[in-house]
């Protein structure tokens, strides 16, 4: 498809205690219309920081990002970028305003559109529908809805004003599981329904691999592999992405005899990254030049990006899902 997303040289600086910590260090990454792109990786490992850069909720350091050709920072553009991308948040819940009715609440995005009163209507009717939520549904308020029922509005919600793009920032994360699987399967038949591009932040791999088409691992701010879904599953290249996908949980081996890759070291932390590969404290197959000099993303010639000296060089455990 075309590209509709486009990031260039993003880094985004906080200052803490005096010291800058760098939330996003140089990342560059398009989303092409039609696409889900995951956005992998452990809590500080700046995806959200990105999602959020994208949705114009945080203002970059430095570097670019377009959406569709638009500034998401540029205040002017507010109503015709909410209505080309819209968000789905972790938490649904919170994300409802407690004293809306459901019906209020999907169609505050076309009252700011300025959308009349009977059309409104008709697509609250329309987006609950297609989120397979009964029209009995539209007088509730939040506290009245389960998780499972209040995701699915928070997803009407944003269908409402018809965007082109939906950041889904975690959004099955406090979901119990069965539900979980429920929203993964909604979200992709809209995609197909309605020709949406998603960006999907998500550390859940097994929903990464139910719904994304290609995958985008962070690491410390800084992108380490981006891969198309099945390539990626079959054969990750990054070290990172090895033991990511290793720690899969498996449903036919007993619990303790899969082999998993452990990562040694303590976490990684923004405040203090490591020099030469941020990831070579905890890599398994680093070697000297890892210590000292960063490994660009790069892309090799079947089209796979990754940055890593060795890439390829830590096989995936041959029981891994
Ligand atoms: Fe490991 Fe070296 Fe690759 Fe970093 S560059 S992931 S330390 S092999």
């Known amino acids: 498809g075309d590209v509709l997303v486009t990031v260039r040289a993003l ?49 970059p350091t430095s570097g670019e990002v377009r959406v569709a050709g638009d500034d998401p920072a540029d205040r002017r553009g507010r109503v015709r970028r909410e209505q080309r991308m819209q968000a789905v948040f972790q938490d649904p819940h919170g994300s409802l305003d407690p004293r809306m009715r459901v019906a209020a609440a999907v169609a505050e995005p076309l009252v700011n559109l300025g959308t009349g009163r009977e059309e409104r209507r008709a697509r609250v009717a329309e987006v609950l529908d297609a989120v397979r939520l009964g029209s009995g549904i539209a007088d509730r308020y939040p506290h009245e809805l389960s998780g499972g029922q209040a995701q699915r509005v928070a997803i009407a919600r944003a269908l409402a004003a018809d965007p082109e793009l939906i950041v889904l920032d975690e959004p099955t994360a406090s979901l119990d599981v069965s539900i979980q699987t429920h929203v993964i399967s909604l979200l992709r038949d809209l995609q197909r329904e309605r020709g949406l591009t998603y960006l999907f932040v998500s550390h859940d791999l097994v929903a990464v691999r139910e719904l994304a088409t290609r995958i985008a691992v962070m690491y410390l701010g800084r992108l380490v592999e981006v891969a198309d879904r099945d390539a990626f599953f079959a054969q990750p290249l990054h070290p990172y992405s090895v033991a990511l996908l290793s720690a899969l949980p498996r449903v036919d081996v007993p619990a303790g005899r899969a082999e998993r890759i452990v990562l040694a070291g303590d976490p990684p932390s923004a405040l203090d990254v490591p020099p030469g590969c941020p990831f070579h404290p905890r890599c398994p197959v680093a070697q000297d030049i890892c210590r000292t000099a960063v490994p660009p993303l790069s892309t090799d010639a079947a089209g796979r990006s990754t940055a890593c000296h060795f890439p390829g060089s830590l096989p995936l455990p041959k029981d891994t899902p």
């Open 11 to 59: 880094t985004k600086t906080y200052r803490s205690a005096r010291r800058r910590v760098a939330a996003l260090a140089g990342v560059d990454l398009d989303l092409s219309t039609g696409e889900t792109l995951a956005l992998v990786g452990e809590s500080g490992s700046g995806k959200t920081t990105l999602a959020h850069t994208i949705l114009g909720l945080v203002a």
